[in-house]
């Protein structure tokens, strides 16, 4: 079993910043490849920004040059620096991970861009 437990949203302003963590705990040892998914009011829930366990990364076209995802293996956390914030953004932002056949992910934290 693997816990994830996401923090840092809040109400910004367009064009502001925010920095969102994700801590994992648990059966941590096998995972690899962990993400950021957003959800807006009415809308599927979307790929953000992937990274490996060795810090590669990818990122929606939406958000290229504007999100930053890094990891700290050692601890265990996984962030998301989101820099240039449109209102557009405004979504539920929720931690992803997979080990072996199983996913998780954790209970999401709100991210809402207004002025």
């Known amino acids: 079993q693997v816990q994830l437990v996401e923090s840092g949203g809040g109400l910004v302003q367009p064009g502001g910043s925010l920095r969102l963590s994700c801590a994992a705990s648990?059966?941590?040892?096998?995972?690899?490849?962990m993400a950021w998914f957003r959800q807006a009011p009415g809308k599927q829930r979307e790929l953000v920004a992937t990274?490996?366990?060795?810090?590669?990364?990818n990122y929606a076209d939406s958000v290229k040059g504007r999100f930053t995802i890094s990891r700290d293996n050692a601890k265990n956390t996984v962030y998301l620096e989101m820099n240039s914030l449109k209102p557009e953004d405004t979504a539920a932002y929720y931690c992803?991970?997979?080990?072996?056949?199983?996913?998780?992910w954790g209970q999401g934290t709100q991210v809402t861009v207004s002025s």
């Open positions: 992803y991970t997979v080990v072996y056949t199983s996913t998780y």
């Open positions: 648990g059966s941590i040892f096998n995972i690899n490849t």
């Open positions: 990274i490996t366990r060795g810090g590669s990364s």
